[in-house]
Nanobody
Framework: QVQWVESGGGLVQPGGSLKLSCTTS????????MAWYRQPPGQEREMVAS????????TYADHAKGRFAISRDNAKNTMYLQMNNLKAEDTAIYYC???????????WGQGTQVTVSL
């Protein structure tokens, strides 16, 4: 079973930036299309951005457009999420996984906490 490992979160002030990283116990190329998800306090998990297996196609949730950039380096077996101009409402635990309806995904990693606050 795939093990997910997210890192790069932390405490940042509004307007700041963070870069999240995601790796797995297996090959991310075998996983295929992947995505970042987040779960704000008291809310359901939602998709933030997705990237195709080759990295050539990306999609973003409306709240991420223009501020976040998803990418992957298959040679390094790592996916990234560059987050700029962070806002308080971006505070959440961020997870990576295969691209799917998050309600249908059974296995999640620990996630990485992102807190945007003064």
């Amino acid at each position: 079973q795939v093990q997910w490992v997210e890192s790069g979160g932390g405490l940042v002030q509004p307007g700041g930036s963070l870069k999240l990283s995601c790796t797995t116990s297996g090959s991310i190329m075998r996983i295929g299309n992947m995505a970042w998800y987040r779960q704000p306090p008291g809310q359901e998990r939602e998709m933030v951005a997705s990237v195709s297996v080759a990295g050539s196609a990306t999609t973003y949730a409306d709240h991420a457009k223009g501020r976040f950039a998803i990418s992957r380096d298959n040679a390094k077996n790592t996916m990234y999420l560059q987050m700029n101009n962070l806002k308080a409402e971006d505070t959440a635990i961020y997870y990576c996984n295969e691209l799917n309806n998050p309600r249908k995904i059974e296995k999640w990693g620990q996630g990485t906490q992102v807190t945007v606050s003064l």
